[in-house]
């Protein structure tokens, strides 16, 4: 299919979904290990060989983690771009969503990430669901991109733009799908902020 529609980019998350032949419907987390990433990056090379172009590969949002994980995600990530040369895909809401239900620092993160790599970013709305212990945010593609996320958006375009260029950005939203005239709104602030960092000197669209 790739090699029928050849698309601008190709894309995966940094996640698994299948076993001994069983499928999920659900992005899965990796244990953060040095032989969960050697996995990985076999994987992500085999798929670069046989399509013969390099993969973007996504920031996952997570709910839970594996004890045993010796590796930040941050880091995890940037080990497969570097040992494979895949893209990277930075998924804004997936950081945050992920650094409330782990207790990271969005800014440790988004400062791990060579934005060379960035091929692609992603914003989204998420949903806040009620556990036994307290809280836990969902990333449900069902809601407007909150507040925070936009301002993420906005640092990165700040700080990266002038020199790595804009790279194209995606609002996701596919569950309980409003108006029209609502997700065009969203579109349009993703656009002011460009805008306004241009407005400053600090991009060149």
Known sequence: MVQELDPIAVS???????VNGQFFN????LPYTEEALR????????????LGRRLLIENPSSYLAF????????????QVQQRTDCHLLLDLNNIYVSAFNHGFDCQQ??????????????LA?????????????????????SEPVWQLYRQWVRQHSAQHGLVPTLIEWDLDIPDFAVLQQEADKA???IQQEAEHGLIVT
């Open 39 to 50: 996995l990985f990056c076999q994987k992500v090379e085999q798929v670069q060989e046989v």
């Open 12 to 18: 995966d998350h940094l996640s698994w979904s299948s």
């Open 191 to 193: 656009t002011l902020i």
């Open 26 to 29: 659900d992005l899965l987390p």
């Open 109 to 122: 993160y988004l400062a791990a990430i060579d934005p060379a790599t960035v091929k692609e970013i992603h």
């Open 67 to 78: 004890a045993h994980s010796t590796i930040p995600e941050w880091e995890f990530l940037q």
């Open 125 to 145: 709305g998420f949903t806040v669901k009620t556990v036994d212990d307290g809280e836990m945010w969902i990333d449900t593609h069902s809601r407007p991109v």
